[in-house]
């Protein structure tokens, strides 16, 4: 009957151990769906390692894409995905101070995207999988009645890149700008 309950119970884990991370999946953007989501500065993760509820918490990933994790110090996290850093922490935290860690790691809210030019509500704004131009203008309170909609530019995440006349169905990615042009009448 032991041998039973400890079959059980290794199964259980083995079964558990594949579900320990997860990241909301992001549409649109080949490079997350084939590899996951990357995290960066600002972005926001909880950290649950089972049955240690003081290792229990929410991160915001710093400007240096690190964070201070106890026990362990300081730990990158920029360009990872949920599921690397939960390996991570996962090896790091496995003998010296727990024997058999089971860490979950979540996105708990994504960097901001920026919404500039002629909208109602120009600002930062938290990033949401799926994410189009159209559905952008909407958040920051749609177009201004000096809004030209043929002229509608994106400034790629942390380049100077930018991407002139796009579609409102072009994807927005965290970090990206999205910009609105004045119409001349």
């Known amino acids: 009957m032991k041998i ?4 059980a119970f290794l199964l259980f ?3 558990l151990a594949g579900c320990t991370t997860s990241a909301l ?11 996951g989501y990357m995290l960066d500065a600002g972005d926001a993760v909880s950290i649950s390692v089972y049955g240690e509820p003081d290792m229990t918490m929410k991160f915001i990933i710093d400007k240096s894409g690190t964070i201070t994790f106890p026990y362990i110090g300081q730990l990158v996290l920029k360009g990872k995905t949920p599921e690397q850093v939960s390996g991570e922490l996962t090896n790091r935290l496995r003998g010296d ?6 860490v979950t790691v979540n996105i708990a809210e994504f960097r901001k995207f920026y919404v500039s030019g002629e909208v109602a509500k120009p600002s930062g704004i938290a990033y949401e999988p799926g994410l189009t131009v159209e559905k952008a203008i909407a958040l920051a309170g749609g177009y201004t009645d000096r809004a030209d909609r043929k002229d509608i530019n994106i400034r790629l995440a942390g380049t100077n890149q930018l991407l ?11 970090g990206d700008i999205v910009i609105i042009g ?3 009448f």
């Open 4 to 7: 039973m309950k400890l079959w």
């Open 164 to 174: 002139n006349n796009v579609d409102v169905r072009h994807s927005v990615h965290p």
């Open 13 to 15: 884990s083995m079964l």
């Open 182 to 184: 004045m119409g001349f």
């Open 97 to 102: 101070y727990l024997q058999n860690p089971m």
């Open 25 to 35: 999946p992001l549409m649109d953007n080949p490079d997350v769906e084939s590899k």
